[in-house]
Nanobody
Framework: QVQLVESGGGLVQAGGSLRLSCAAS????????MGWYRQAPGKQRELVAA???????KYADSVKDRFTISRDNAKKAVYLQMNSLKPDDTAIYYC???????????????WGQGTQVTVSS
């Protein structure tokens, strides 16, 4: 069974930094796009950043120039470096991956369990 395991959330003051990590279990998984979403209380889940298997990236306008997404294909991992954090960044952050569990399998979307990021003013 494939799982996406996240780490790195926590409490930080405004202006601070955090780095989120997410790794996929399963030695034979083949990962396509990966990304980070977030959901604040009372709001819909939104895309924060995404990265293709080739390394192309895209960001939500609200995090451009502050957040950086990267991935390590050998480790089947994706990262989100978050700098200059603001209270509005407070949310549960979810890792997302479009992947196949092996050759010959169809790809589908997987989600991590979520990690809380809280930015105090």
């Amino acid at each position: 069974q494939v799982q996406l395991v996240e780490s790195g959330g926590g409490l930080v003051q405004a202006g601070g930094s955090l780095r989120l990590s997410c790794a996929a279990s399963g030695s034979s998984v083949i990962i396509n796009d990966m990304g980070w979403y977030r959901q604040a209380p009372g709001k819909q889940r939104e895309l924060v950043a995404a990265i293709t298997s080739g390394g192309s990236t895209k960001y939500a306008d609200s995090v451009k120039d502050r957040f950086t997404i990267s991935r390590d294909n050998a480790k089947k991992a994706v990262y989100l470096q978050m700098n200059s954090l603001k209270p509005d960044d407070t949310a549960i952050y979810y890792c997302n991956a479009d992947l196949r569990i092996g050759v010959g399998w169809r790809s589908r979307e997987y989600w991590g369990q979520g990690t809380q990021v809280t930015v105090s003013s």
